[in-house]
């Protein structure tokens, strides 16, 4: 492989394209309004409610984490 002038592999420099910025956006839209939510219900002492919101938070990165797996696995197995 060859190196630009920084040091970076060009090959990782655009690697996953733009399938993956719009899965990250979406994913970093769904936990700001769990993380707003989850506050809210923290406010109002409502214990359950927090232990969900925080529960979908972790469902809502794991989410991410795979679709970005199977994007590069799709865009790397050609």
Sequence with gaps: MKKDIKGMDKDTKNSLG?????????GAILSAALFY?????ADQGNLIM??????LIV???FGVVKGISYVSK???AK
């Design 59 to 61: 469902v809502v990165a």
């Design 50 to 55: 927090v232990l969900i919101t925080s529960s």
């Design 18 to 26: 733009s399938p993956a910025i719009i899965l990250m956006g979406i």
């Design 37 to 41: 939510f989850m506050f809210k219900y």
């Design 74 to 76: 799709q865009k790397f």
